[in-house]
């Protein structure tokens, strides 16, 4: 059999290729944040962005049911994309914020806690005592790593940490969307869609805010390549990666991205974390594994359980 053929091995293939693209997003929007405005980078990056999508798109998909699906999906296409659009800007504010991206990785894993209180009040999904504990731990996790020792409970936490909780919280709101159109809308449509908001979000803010359209030649550099990772790369993968894979998979192998990450902040800007961040962001991980598998876990108790019930009757 072809190994192509293998929905498997596409998951895996999806899912690997985002993860190694969601962590050089990291990268490559710190060092242009570090020269320009939230509004000049969002300008530029999805502007781009778009170019690629487009491309894309029309390679891949007909004109025609381009129409059909806008027209049958608009309102959540809508949705998705104004969620997302107040969840990347949260994001970028964050990775422009702390100084180290490696750590706005880290701080990132809190997501799926908010995914699984929205799918429990949203899609009356039931958590067990494995997921609690995951969530327990991506928490503590979270606190270790944003911690700075301060006595003023206003200054416990480092700066940026407030935006990594809105970004979270609004890509998590995203996701329950995507859940159910998934299926249905093309996964080149919806980069396209999302990155066409935001866009045009930031075109607005440029030209209100007076803010200028000339970047340095190292700014454009980095603004050129992470357009093509960040806008449609990883986000396509990762909408694919659904389509072939359990997203508990999905969620655990995108959470080790921190460290990928953390290996790129240190070869780009000589830079790493402090212990006890590296030391959190591993908790994290770690709640997050026991998080995304704790469903199967206890089915596999069960499995067990019957088995062994039905040996003890024979």
């Known amino acids: 059999m072809n190994l192509w053929e293998s929905e498997r091995f596409r998951g895996y293939f999806f899912v690997t290729i985002a993860t190694l693209a969601n962590a050089s997003v990291f990268i490559f929007s710190k060092a242009a944040l570090n020269e320009l405005h939230l509004a000049q980078f969002g300008f530029y990056w999805f502007g781009m962005g778009i170019i690629w999508n487009v491309i894309y798109t029309a390679n891949t998909c007909k004109w ?3 129409k059909h699906f806008f027209r049958h999906s608009y309102g959540i296409l809508a949705g998705v994309a104004l969620l997302e659009l107040v969840g990347v800007t949260s994001f970028f504010a964050a990775i422009k914020t702390i100084e180290n991206p490696s750590v706005t990785s880290f701080l990132g894993n809190i997501g799926p806690i908010f995914v699984t209180i929205l799918g429990i009040s949203f899609l009356r999904e039931r ?3 494995w997921e609690g504990f995951g969530m327990f731990l ?3 996790g979270a606190f270790v790593i944003s911690y700075k020792k301060q006595t003023a409970l206003s200054d416990i936490f480092i700066d940026g940490t407030q ?3 809105i970004a979270s919280l609004f890509f998590a709101l995203a996701s329950i969307l995507v859940r159910k159109t998934a299926k249905n809308v093309p996964p080149a449509l919806m980069s396209l869609n999302r990155v066409f ?3 045009t979000f930031a075109t607005v803010m440029l030209l209100t805010q007076g803010y200028s359209f ?3 030649s190292f700014a454009f550099l980095n603004l050129a390549i992470g357009s093509i990772i960040g806008p449609f790369l990883t986000v396509f993968t990762t909408f694919s990666a659904f389509k ?3 997203a508990s998979r999905v969620s655990i192998i995108k959470s080790t991205k921190g460290f990928v990450v953390l290996i790129g902040a240190y070869v780009y800007f000589g830079s790493l974390p402090m212990e006890h961040q590296i030391i959190g962001g591993v908790i994290t991980i770690i709640g997050i594994i026991l998080l995304s598998t704790g469903k199967q876990k206890i089915a596999q108790y069960s499995i067990n359980k019957i088995k ?3 040996v003890e009757r024979r």
């Open 308 to 310: 062994h019930f039905r």
């Open 138 to 140: 991506i928490l503590i």
């Open 244 to 246: 072939y894979m359990e």
């Open 127 to 129: 958590f067990n005592i």
């Open 64 to 66: 025609t049911s381009v």
């Open 214 to 216: 000339n970047v340095s």
């Open 163 to 165: 935006y990594v909780l």
């Open 197 to 199: 908001y935001i866009f």
